[in-house]
């Protein structure tokens, strides 16, 4: 049984290809213009090119996202952007706005379209609309139950996507005036500046000074402030209810967050296509998955009534690993591997390697050298290149981290 496509963020082009080889079947970025995170980094034409050759070359698919909720002035420059962005040939294209349906495909006919989740799609006559209009699949709004989920897949023939990891919007699937109210930052369209993680505290107009009680504590309340979803422990119903496609949120993550979730999801999901997994694999999985995240997990909405998904009390993730470096080289002479810092670590520290394919190779460093073999205790510099004595190579992109691990040797 072919489990659902796995869809993985990429901000940028070491993301989009460390998703890939971590296990994403394929990924969604956007160009510089007219995506909903105008500050994940994102790709240039020319960045693009080369992120789809290296998706397609491992017969994987790459979606661009046109995902803004357009205005009139964006209405001039998209018709030459959509032809220019078909002309590389994308699997397909991210669309919430109808008036950016409209065009691409009077301009971009040939590349495919996926409805965002933004368009909030909630409904079986909504799903069929946009497939009326020529959608071959709709993210679902991240606010429906199971029940809901398998009722719009049962009443409607288009291909069905959910978000299943990752941070969310307390607003209705995302749609938010507060950054824009407060910072003249749209998240509509695309700058969001998050507003919703600030403290906060409710104070009556006439009594200044006096602050009511919403469970606040001495920094501040957090009821804006979501919980990331996590509906691993749902992938046997999702897959059983017919879901085309499971999506995972972070264009702005790091990509050690996008090789941990990639490969526990990877493994999930082959895991579940041949046997259902345990109680200890998901056990297993889900200590990874904690290794990188923001913030506590919840179900939202899955399971019919609402998991808490605020987090109020700001909960600390004291097992949370630390990005250290990514390996970009071998030099067989000297038997050291090449890597690229990310964040300080140094010798004594207890690191772990993480590899395309999923294995682990957990180790304490004792010896580093600077790119003269001059030795350092410790690698300092942001994208300092650093090497460590290893007694074979290791695969390109593979991530060293730091952290995370219960027992550290």
């Known amino acids: 049984m ?13 993301k989009l290809k460390t998703a890939i080889l971590f296990g994403a079947d394929s990924v969604y970025f956007a160009g510089k213009e007219f995506g909903l995170r105008a500050y994940a ?12 050759a290296f998706a397609h070359s491992r017969k994987k698919k790459a979606y661009l996202a046109v995902n803004i909720l357009a205005h ?19 699997d397909g294209f991210i669309i919430s706005d109808l008036g950016v349906l409209r065009l691409a495909q009077k301009y971009a006919p040939s590349i495919p379209v996926t409805i965002s989740t933004q368009a909030n799609v909630s409904n079986y006559e909504a799903a069929s609309f946009f497939q009326d209009q020529g959608a071959r699949r709709i993210v679902l709004a991240r606010e429906l139950n199971l029940r ?14 959910i978000f299943v990891h990752g941070a969310m919007c307390v607003s209705y699937s995302g749609r938010c005036l507060l950054s824009c109210y407060m910072t003249g930052r749209s998240a509509n369209q695309g700058a969001c500046a998050h507003p919703c993680r600030y403290r906060y505290a409710l104070v009556e107009e006439k009594r200044p000074g006096e602050y009511f009680g919403i469970e606040e504590d001495e920094r501040g309340s957090y009821i804006l402030n979501s919980r990331d979803l996590c509906l691993l422990e749902y992938i046997p ?15 702005m993550k790091s990509p050690l967050y996008l090789a941990s979730v990639a490969r526990v999801y990877r493994q999930a999901i082959d895991r579940y296509s041949t046997a259902p997994f345990t109680v200890e694999e998901l056990k297993v999985w889900m200590a990874e998955l ?7 997990f919840t179900s939202a909405f899955i399971g019919g009534e609402e998991d808490r998904a605020q987090d109020i009390d700001k909960e600390e ?68 290149k650093v090497l460590i004595p290893f007694d074979h190579g290791l695969p390109e992109f593979s991530i060293l981290r730091k952290g995370g691990t219960v027992n550290q040797g």
């Open 237 to 251: 119903r999702l897959v059983e209810a017919g879901v085309d496609a499971f999506k995972v949120e972070g264009r």
């Open 72 to 90: 009139n002035q964006d209405m001039l420059k998209l018709p030459a952007y959509l032809e220019e962005m078909a002309s590389l040939q994308p």
């Open 148 to 161: 809901e989920i398998e009722e719009i897949k049962k009443k409607s023939s288009v291909e069905i996507e």
């Open 290 to 296: 904690h290794k990188t995240a923001t913030r506590p």
């Open 41 to 52: 980094g994102n790709l240039s034409r020319a960045e693009i090119e080369e992120g789809l």
């Open 317 to 384: 993730m004291p097992l949370r690993a630390e990005f250290c470096a990514v390996v970009t080289g071998y030099r067989e002479q000297q038997g050291m591997i090449e890597v690229e810092q990310r964040a300080n670590f140094g010798c004594g520290d207890y690191l772990e390697f993480l590899l395309p394919g999923g294995e682990l190779l957990g180790f304490v460093l004792e010896k580093l050298y600077d790119e003269d073999l001059a030795a350092l205790d410790r690698a300092r510099h942001p994208q300092q």
């Open 2 to 14: 072919k489990g659902p496509e796995l869809v993985l963020p990429a901000g940028t082009l070491e």
